[in-house]
């Protein structure tokens, strides 16, 4: 998370949709008066589903 003046950006990783929206929501409670800019991607968490070749 970085804040610039009145601006929260906040930015990684997270497996469903849900958290990122539960991240934005905590963030709009705590600092009300701030902006935020959620940049948090969804990545898929599931395991592989086939063999992984390392090299």
Not at 4 to 26: K, L, N, P, W, Y
């Amino acid at each position: 998370m970085t804040v610039r003046g009145e601006h929260i950006v906040v930015s990684g990783d997270v497996a469903t949709e849900q958290r990122r929206a539960e991240i934005s929501e905590v963030l709009r409670d705590v600092a009300p008066d701030m902006v935020i800019h959620n940049d948090i991607r969804v990545v898929c968490a599931d395991e592989p589903t086939r063999r992984e070749e390392l090299r």
